[in-house]
Structures are given as structure tokens and as C-alpha cells.
């Protein structure tokens, strides 16, 4: 079990990444003139030029904790950090949620939501699955490992 784990959670270090440039939503003014790619990082790109603290915010709970997450708990499975950590990585998990960034999003799409459609992208279910497949690895590994 604990191998099957360490290597759903090393993936993440590889799909993370991935999922921060693959295409979250299409939107555009009008169908007829085509669909722009959202992003995780063309999305925080946009927040850095409009609001700097909210950017601030956004890159940290959507980029840095669930990295930061992965590599704590890639440590705890190989012994090189105290399992004694995990409850800790499971409130950085719950930060780690990416809902501060969907807020965000959906707060600079409704500002031109006259005319705006979206669709959603195969980004959006890749993060979406690795937000969750962390969330699930860290239980797992906590209910695996005494503290």
C-alpha cells in the first residue's frame, strides 16, 4: 500500500505542473469569434497586472501549498521526515484547495459576463483529480503510518 502511494504521490510532482498550464475554461465575448484559453497560470498572469494581493493569495493556496504538500509528504513516505507531520499536511491540504482560485477566476469572468460564454476545459478535471488524489494519498497515509 505504501508504494502504490509513494508513486501516486510522486506523479502528482509531474501532473500538478501540467494541470497549472492546461486550459481550464474557454471563454469568449461571442462564440463567433472564437475561445480564449483560461489557465491556472494565465489566470494568476492577469491577477499579478489587475490586484497584486489577491494574486499574492491565489498563487500561494493554488501553486506553493499543494506542491509544497506533494514534496512534505514524498519526505514522510521515504523516512526522511516524521510521520508526526502528517496532521500538519492535512491543513496544508485543506489550504491547498483550489477553490480560492475558482472564486478568483469566476470573480474576473462575471466582471465581463455580458456576453461571455464558458465552457470547461480538460484542465479543470486534471486539477480537480490532483487537488482530490492529494487530499486522498494524505488520508491514506495517514490511516497507514502511526504518528
Not at 80 to 95: D, H, I, N, S
Not at 98 to 105: C, E, G, S, V
Request: one cysteine or more; a positive charge.
Amino acid at each position: 500500500m505504501l508504494t502504490t502511494l509513494r508513486i501516486l504521490n510522486l506523479s502528482l510532482l509531474v501532473l500538478f505542473p501540467i494541470a497549472w498550464f492546461a486550459p481550464l475554461l474557454r471563454a469568449a465575448l461571442l462564440p463567433v469569434f472564437g475561445m480564449d484559453e483560461i489557465s491556472v497560470m494565465s489566470g494568476l498572469q492577469s491577477l499579478w497586472g489587475s490586484d497584486v494581493f489577491l494574486a499574492l493569495i491565489v498563487t500561494t493556496f493554488a501553486i506553493f501549498a499543494p506542491y509544497l504538500k506533494t514534496i512534505l509528504l514524498a519526505l514522510v513516505h521515504f523516512d526522511l521526515l516524521k510521520a508526526k507531520v502528517l496532521p500538519v499536511l492535512g491543513y496544508l491540504g485543506k489550504l491547498a484547495m483550489a477553490d480560492i482560485f475558482l472564486i478568483a477566476l469566476y470573480v474576473v469572468v462575471v466582471k465581463g459576463a455580458g456576453r461571455v460564454t464558458v465552457e470547461g476545459g480538460w484542465g479543470l478535471y486534471l486539477f480537480t483529480g490532483c487537488v482530490l488524489a492529494s487530499l486522498m494519498i494524505s488520508t491514506l497515509s495517514a490511516k497507514t503510518r502511526p504518528s
